[in-house]
């Protein structure tokens, strides 16, 4: 050992020694882009005081003797004009004097404060200016100089012991002073070489080695200039602004959504968690923060966030927190569909072993998954097949698209609720879960937290009442894009209300006749030709356009010989069609190849295959073939695109035919729609039944097709007389 110890000493010298170097270096990654945010916002604060006359400081500023007159004749019209002047400039005018600006200062101080506070920062490629360019470069070194800060984190444990032991130790590590060590100090020095010697034999401290010095080479990057920095937001948006928020300060309302308004004693405790982030490649939003915080510490809960807002995200860094702590076990539950999105959100963002427990290798994956631990990925309807009692359960349980088990009659609820219930953290996750009626929400919460779900009394489980959101709020946390995402573009919506032309009248007609429903949604579109159906020949104008600008459509419908139809009529470049029969695997392959492809194209999809599951910001047009029985099954589709990430304004066509089907499935859809907001979102509900947002049964069909079928062939005759005579 004595032989070893002064290279001992002196390697672990040399490895705190590039630590400190490293740290100095980086000591204030985060300076250049605070000050670029403080400088937009400071000025985007000053242009709306700008907007706002002296007149309006009378009320507010108290004391006598303001002079309002000398004011003006200086110079100042505004509240702007004061903040920025200074007061020392203010005071210095002549006739203004010292009383004005004491009895002013205060008051409008304050004003700009509160103003600075509702200011939040948005990017756009379309209108580049010098501040939000300096904000990119600031935020770009802000996230380089954090990687390179990634040594000093990952390895806190290893250079703190080292400090530990490097003192005492090098008593013993020279010739000349070990013969002065005697008694307790020899021991405690010999101890501490001993120490060292192990720790600096560990492999982990040679990866320290490694990467201090890699990082030391890099101290000074080549930061792309400012068309190169615009073209990397456009590539990541979603990190350019999560990366503000951690130099930043939210807006006051945005933190209150962002908190999904739970009530004060849960935000304390879930704002008092420190969220470790090992294992993660990713930065998280300020509200993504506080879901996974909120799941952690609630043990059990629902994460309901609206579409687009990165709830695989959040379970990430859920798991994270977790694995920390010392969670081996983690299965994530989820429909087959999602199950390759799971599989690439993993591997793309994390450091996590998954393991796919389905399909015909499920069961050698599920004993090394049983022995060795990770994140296993499994369906619900696997999941049932999966032998638990000649195992350990998982401590940590995700079910994705919980929905799916909202009825407890169910084997593959009974299969979630057998591990759920003994599993130390459970999330299920789920845009929608407050769609059902009042008995299946309760049933998801029961899984998770029996005492919540039992308080949920008739009076108190009125959903979207304040009662019930108080009585939720342990286990349901939701947040809206609307609250959270303001710098999402915006969503553009559009019916386009057609008139049925000869071929599609002769098909509707017939359909409406034999009082085949399904047949009735899909006559708009079977004739095939643009002369014979006045939706294709829409479809195509918007198609048309979009090629013209360069943008990407796609376009939904529920039934597949429709999506075939326009499939056949679309100029190419056309993929899909997307649908049920087409593996998970596959859908995520096609999408992909969709988004990569350079220019306009059109993706075709079914309603239900592309509208879980599936990422597809890449389109900014959106196009639904006929209405959906469920505002959730539109809106979810509509979400894949319009979510985080999207860098244009998203256009939603809904492809309408008048006096026909649709007029009746769109009353049932508003309606529908009005009472899912009224319960999904925190408002007070007004008068809505325990079935407002269940789906379409068959005695809703029955009632459409009779209320058509009363419409007699003459009266149809007589409307599309009506419709030749104004055209």
């Given at each position: 050992m004595n032989g070893d110890s002064g290279k001992i000493l002196a390697r672990a010298k040399a490895v705190l020694r590039d630590a400190a170097r490293l740290e100095q270096a980086t000591h204030s990654p985060a300076g250049e882009?605070?000050?670029?945010?403080?400088?937009?916002?400071?000025?985007?604060?000053l242009r709306r005081l700008d907007a706002m006359p002296l007149e309006e400081l009378k009320p507010l500023a108290r004391g006598e003797g303001i002079r309002w007159a000398a004011l003006e004749s200086n110079g100042f019209r505004s509240v702007g004009d004061l903040q920025r002047a200074g007061w020392a400039a203010v005071d210095a005018k002549p006739g203004v004097g010292e009383q004005t600006v004491r009895a002013l200062r205060g008051v409008v101080t304050s004003i700009f404060d509160e103003v600075r506070q509702t200011i939040s920062i948005a990017?756009?490629?379309?209108?580049?200016?010098?501040?939000?360019?300096?904000?990119?470069?600031?935020?770009?070194?802000?996230?380089?100089?954090?990687?390179?800060?990634?040594?000093?984190?990952?390895?806190?444990?290893?250079?703190t012991?080292?400090?530990?032991?490097?003192?005492?130790?090098?008593?013993?590590?020279?010739?000349?002073?070990?013969?002065?060590?005697?008694?307790?100090?020899?021991?405690e020095a010999e101890e501490a070489m001993d120490q060292l010697a192990g720790l600096t034999g560990d492999p982990a401290f040679a990866l320290l080695e490694e990467e201090l010095r890699s990082a030391l080479r890099g101290l000074k990057p080549h930061r792309p200039d400012e068309t190169g920095l615009w073209e990397d937001f456009a590539k990541r948006p979603s990190v350019y602004y999560a990366l503000l928020e951690q130099v930043h300060a939210q807006p006051k309302d945005d933190a209150a959504a962002a908190r999904g308004f739970v009530p004060a004693e849960i935000v304390e405790a879930v704002e008092n968690l420190e969220l470790r982030r090992d294992g993660l490649h990713l930065s998280l939003r300020a509200y993504q923060v506080f879901g996974a915080k909120f799941a952690v510490v609630q043990r059990k809960t629902i994460l309901g966030d609206e579409m687009g807002l990165g709830k695989t995200i959040q379970a990430l860094a859920f798991i994270a927190h977790l694995k920390t702590t010392g969670a081996s076990h983690i299965l994530v539950v989820c429909?087959?569909?999602?199950?390759?999105?799971?599989?690439?959100?993993?591997?793309?963002?994390?450091?996590?072993?998954?393991?796919?427990?389905?399909?015909?290798?499920?069961?050698?994956?599920?004993?090394?998954?049983?022995?060795?631990?990770?994140?296993?990925?499994?369906?619900?309807?696997?999941?049932?097949?999966?032998?638990?009692?000649?195992?350990?359960?998982?401590?940590?349980?995700?079910?994705?698209e919980a929905h799916y088990v909202k009825n407890p009659a169910t084997k593959r609820a009974q299969a979630l609720s057998a591990i759920a219930g003994p599993a130390d953290r459970v999330l299920f996750m789920t845009g929608t879960p407050m769609e059902n009626r009042r008995e299946e929400f309760k049933a998801l919460v029961g899984y998770l937290q029996p005492g919540t779900a039992g308080s949920l009394g008739e009076t108190v489980a009125l959903p979207g009442s304040r009662a019930f959101r108080e009585r939720v709020a342990p286990v349901y946390l939701r947040r809206n894009q609307a609250d959270v995402l303001h710098e999402l573009p915006e969503r553009i919506e559009v019916e386009d209300w057609l008139d049925l032309g000869t071929g599609d009248g002769a098909l509707y007609r017939q359909a409406v006749a034999s009082g085949n429903f399904m047949a009735m949604r899909r006559a708009a579109i079977l004739p095939g030709k643009p002369e014979e159906s006045s939706k294709l020949a829409r479809l195509l104008d918007i198609v048309e356009e979009a090629?013209?600008?360069?943008?990407?459509?796609?376009?939904?419908?529920?039934?597949?010989?429709?999506?075939?139809?326009?499939?056949?009529?679309?100029?190419?470049?056309?993929?899909?069609?997307?649908?049920?029969?087409?593996?998970?695997?596959?859908r995520f392959e096609l999408v992909k190849e969709f988004s990569a492809c350079q220019g306009p194209a059109v993706l075709v999809s079914q309603i239900q295959a592309g509208g879980v599951g599936l990422n597809i910001q890449a389109a900014s047009i959106v196009v639904i073939a006929e209405p959906q029985w469920k505002p959730s099954t539109e809106e979810q589709a509509i979400a894949r695109c319009h979510r985080m990430g999207q860098l244009r304004r998203v256009q939603v066509h809904r492809l309408l035919t008048r006096h026909s089907v649709d007029e009746r499935m769109v009353e049932?859809?508003?309606?529908?729609?009005?009472?899912?907001?009224?319960?999904?979102?925190?408002?007070?509900?007004?008068?809505?039944?325990?079935?407002?947002?269940?789906?379409?049964?068959?005695?809703?069909?029955n009632e459409v097709v009779e209320a058509l079928q009363r419409k007699t062939e003459a009266e149809i005759i007589r409307l599309e007389q009506e419709r030749l005579a104004v055209s």
């Open positions: 882009a605070k000050a670029a945010a403080d400088g937009l916002v400071t000025e985007a604060a990017f756009d490629p379309e209108a580049r200016t010098k501040a939000h360019t300096a904000l990119l470069a600031g935020l770009w070194t802000f996230e380089f100089q954090q990687g390179l800060r990634t040594p000093l984190l990952r390895h806190v444990d290893l250079r012991r080292l400090e530990t032991e490097v003192r005492p130790a090098a008593g013993i590590a020279r010739f000349w002073t070990r013969w002065f060590l005697w008694g307790d100090r020899r021991r429909p087959a569909c999602v199950l390759a999105n799971w599989e690439h959100e993993i591997a793309r963002f994390s450091d996590f072993t998954t393991l796919r427990l389905h399909g015909p290798d499920r069961e050698p994956a599920f004993q090394n998954w049983s022995r060795n631990g990770g994140i296993g990925l499994t369906t619900y309807d696997t999941l049932r097949t999966l032998d638990f009692a000649s195992t350990r359960l998982p401590g940590i349980v995700i079910a994705d090629r013209e600008e360069g943008l990407k459509v796609v376009v939904f419908s529920f039934f597949r010989d429709v999506l075939e139809v326009i499939r056949a009529a679309l100029p190419d470049p056309v993929f899909g069609p997307l649908t049920g029969s087409v593996s998970a695997s596959n049932i859809l508003r309606r529908k729609a009005r009472e899912f907001d009224e319960i999904a979102r925190p408002s007070v509900i007004k008068d809505t039944s325990s079935s407002a947002t269940a789906a379409h049964n068959e005695t809703e069909v």
